[in-house]
């Protein structure tokens, strides 16, 4: 199993779904995506992305995943690349999220 980043997307579609080869990797429609996803760091945010009505997400403090949660606090460099490249947290509508200050951890 390998659990980083789309990891854990392939092996859910893989294992519950029945998704095999290059298409376990991608987004599958609602009906085939799990509806409760829980992760505490950046490499889970495909995971929870994929979740169809609800998402946890603990606080260990991870830039990025917490700047998704909160939608309102992190930084313009927050978001690592598959390649480890950084750049700005993007919305759905890829609008970028503000710098802000986590007042929560």
Known sequence: MINYIDGKRRWINEEVFGVRGPAAEKIQPAARRQVFAAGDCD???SFLRDATALRLVVNRNPNELMCRAYDDSCSTTGYID???TAGPVRRGDTSVIPD???TVY
């Open 43 to 45: 490499t889970d945010i």
């Open 82 to 84: 598959h390649d480890g």
């Open 100 to 102: 802000q200050t986590d």
